[in-house]
T-cell receptor, first 114, second 114 residues
């Protein structure tokens, strides 16, 4: 019973174009969502987050969109750069940013082609 | 400042043996978390320490797993006896406050049980 789903295991995008990574969740109790970036042989690194009271959060080239009714969120990277090539994990938690227990998706491997 | 350090980076053991994983959190971080990623699956929460106390061990798979954090500094995760399904990457994370957006992950320990 996977509660956070990333249905695309991989994604390839040309440098300079937009990368869109998608994530779906099933548990309506989740109220805080995060994206992590992971390079090989390293641990996940926090990228950006969004509370369920918002529908968009932007930080530089990274924007996360949340559609609560569809239980769907997406991460947009514009413009994509070769250094963005990594595995991206979507994660969710209950009780907001103060919650420590994260539920992760399986990850999407992004390859940005120069 | 040193990040979260995990040791060893890779361990290969035979089924039935014992393995101990170690995590050194960032200095001053009272909160320490263990997560595990089994091959092809999502990263899953195992447990949470606040200083030396276990706050939540709801994610521990069974009693073959024992986590300790003596003195509230480094933590160990012992698997005894190891089974084939225990293979995966074990991540440790730490934070100063109980908040997932500020948790820093270590590089992980890849455990292979043969």
């Amino acid at each position: 019973d996977q509660q956070v789903k990333q249905n695309s295991p991989s994604l390839s995008v040309q440098e300079g174009r937009i990368s869109i990574l998608n994530c779906d969740y099933t548990n309506s109790m989740f109220d805080y969502f995060l994206w992590y970036k992971k390079y090989p042989a390293e641990g996940p690194t926090f990228l950006i987050s969004i509370s369920s009271i918002k529908d968009k959060n932007e930080d530089g080239r990274f924007t996360v969109f949340l559609n609560k009714s569809a239980k769907h969120l997406s991460l947009h990277i514009v413009p994509s750069q070769p250094g963005d090539s990594a595995v991206y994990f979507c994660a969710a938690s209950k009780m907001g940013a103060g919650s420590y227990q994260l539920t992760f998706g399986k990850g999407t491997k992004l390859s940005v082609i120069p | 400042e040193a990040g979260v350090t995990q040791f060893p980076s890779h361990s290969v053991i035979e089924k039935g043996q014992t393995v101990t994983l170690r995590c050194d959190p960032i200095s001053g971080h009272d909160n320490l978390y263990w997560y595990r990623r089994v091959m092809g699956k999502e990263i899953k929460f195992l447990l949470h320490f606040v200083k030396e106390s276990k706050q939540d061990e709801s994610g521990m798979p069974n009693n073959r797993f024992l986590a300790e954090r003596t003195g509230g500094t480094y933590s160990t995760l012992k698997v005894q006896p190891a089974e084939l399904e225990d293979s995966g990457v074990y991540f440790c994370a730490s934070s100063q406050r109980v908040t997932n957006t500020e948790a820093f992950f270590g590089q992980g320990t890849r455990l292979t049980v043969v």
